[in-house]
C-alpha cells in the first residue's frame, strides 16, 4: 500500500481580493507520479509554489510526512523544483552545473563526484560533463536542470510545464525520459502542464483542475474512461455531447431518449428525471441500422482509424472515429449513415448541474 507523503487540506489561495484556490484537498504518495492539469489561470502552477515555499496559502494547510509546512522556507524542505526557463548557470560547465548546490553544502570532493556522476548515468549524459549549456540542445538542457535538481537527493521534485520549450518530437521523447528517470529514482514527482496527452502519457494519476477547483483526481483511465463532469469530458481528449432525457425515478436502471431517435438503457447511481447530458468519445458511436440518423460530413483517413464528422438531423455534427482493424468500408461524404454507442461507456450528467449520473 502506497504511503502518503504529502496532503493540501482547505487550500485557499487570493490575490488582490481574487480568489485563485478555492479549498483545495490533496493527498499525493510517496514515489507517485501526480500531474496537476488544466488551463492557464486554473490555479495549477500556484498550487505547485505552495508545495515548494515560493507561496503562502491565503488559508489551509500542507502537510510533509504528517507534519504542517506552511512556515518552512523552501531550503528546509525535502522538494526540489524544476523551471520551464532552465536557469542553468551560462559558464559553467555541465559538471559545474549539478555540483553547484553540492558544493553550496561544502560536500568533500570524493562525494561530489560520485554523485555528480550518478546523475549523469541517470539522465543519460555521460561524456557530456565539460560541455557549456550553449553547446547542449534544449533537451539535453532539460536533463541538465533534473539533474541539478536530484542531486541533492530530495524526496519530492517538482515540474513547472518543463517540456513547454520543446519541440513536439523532443518532447515526446522527453516524456519517456522523465518517467524512467522518475521510476529510477524512487521519488515523487509532481508535475504540471496544460497538454492533456502529456498528462495521460507520464502520470499515475492526474488532478484536473478548473478555475481554483479540482474537478476531479483518477487514473488516466479513469480520468479519460469516466469523467465526473462536462469539463474533464472536453478537456481531456475529444467528447461529443449530446441532450437527452432521462428517467429513472427509482435509480438503478435509466431510460434515456436521445431526440426522440435512440432508446437506451444506462445503470445510474441514483435516481433522477428530467434533462441530461451524453457524453460520448469518438471511439464509443459506431454505425448501425438504425439509431440517430445523419450524413457524412468529412473523412479522414488516419491509418489506424478513420475519423468521420457526422451532421445529425438537428445540425449537431459529431465526430465518429473507425479503426480500420474493424471495417473494409470507407463511408463516402455525403452518405446517409445512422449512430448508435454502447450505454456502459458513455458518462451522462444532470442537464443544470452537471452532476454525473452514470456509474
Known amino acids: 500500500m502506497s504511503k502518503e507523503l504529502i496532503r493540501l487540506r482547505d487550500l485557499c489561495m487570493a490575490f488582490d481580493d481574487e480568489p485563485v484556490l478555492d479549498h483545495i484537498n490533496l493527498y499525493i504518495n510517496d514515489k507517485e507520479f501526480l500531474t496537476l492539469l488544466g488551463p492557464s489561470g486554473c490555479g495549477k502552477t500556484t498550487t505547485l509554489r505552495i508545495i515548494g515555499g515560493f507561496a503562502t496559502p491565503t488559508s489551509g494547510d500542507v502537510l510533509f510526512d504528517g507534519v504542517r509546512i506552511n512556515d518552512v522556507p523552501p531550503y528546509q524542505r525535502q522538494i526540489n523544483t524544476v523551471f520551464q526557463k532552465y536557469a542553468l548557470f551560462p559558464h559553467l560547465n555541465v559538471y559545474e552545473n549539478i555540483a553547484f548546490g553540492l558544493r553550496m553544502q561544502k560536500l568533500p570532493e570524493a562525494e561530489i563526484k560520485e554523485r555528480v556522476m550518478e546523475m549523469l548515468e541517470t539522465v543519460s549524459l555521460k561524456g557530456f560533463e565539460h560541455r557549456r549549456p550553449e553547446a547542449l540542445s534544449g533537451g539535453q538542457q532539460q536533463r541538465v536542470a533534473i539533474a541539478r535538481a536530484l542531486v ?7 515540474l513547472d510545464e518543463p517540456l513547454a520549450a520543446l519541440d513536439l518530437k523532443l518532447r515526446k ?15 515523487t514527482f509532481i508535475y504540471v502542464t496544460h497538454d492533456q496527452e502529456e498528462a495521460l502519457a507520464i502520470s499515475d494519476r492526474i488532478a484536473v483542475m478548473k478555475d ?6 483518477g487514473t488516466p ?6 469523467p465526473q463532469n462536462p469539463f474533464v469530458a472536453g478537456f481531456i481528449g475529444v467528447s461529443n455531447f449530446l441532450d437527452c432525457q432521462v428517467e429513472a425515478p427509482q435509480g438503478g436502471e435509466a431510460k434515456v431518449s436521445i431526440q426522440n431517435e435512440l432508446n437506451i438503457s444506462v ?4 435516481a433522477y428525471s428530467g434533462p441530461a447530458k451524453i457524453s460520448a468519445r469518438p471511439e464509443q458511436l459506431f454505425f448501425s441500422e438504425e439509431g440517430m440518423p445523419g ?33 473494409n468500408i470507407i463511408h463516402e461524404n455525403g452518405e446517409k449513415v445512422h449512430l448508435r454507442f454502447d450505454p456502459l461507456r458513455i458518462s451522462l450528467y444532470e442537464a443544470e448541474n452537471e452532476e454525473v449520473l452514470s456509474l
Open 152 to 158: 541533492n537527493r530530495p524526496k519530492v521534485l517538482l
Open 173 to 187: 521523447d522527453m516524456q519517456i525520459e522523465l518517467k524512467r528517470i522518475q521510476q529510477q529514482v524512487g521519488i
Open 212 to 217: 481554483g477547483h479540482i474537478m476531479q483526481i
Open 221 to 226: 483511465n479513469e480520468i479519460y474512461a469516466k
Open 267 to 270: 445503470p445510474v447511481r441514483r
Open 295 to 327: 450524413t457524412v460530413l468529412f473523412s479522414t483517413f488516419l491509418g489506424d482509424f478513420i475519423e468521420y464528422e457526422v451532421q445529425l438531423e438537428d445540425g449537431q455534427n459529431l465526430i465518429v472515429n473507425e479503426y480500420t482493424k474493424d471495417t
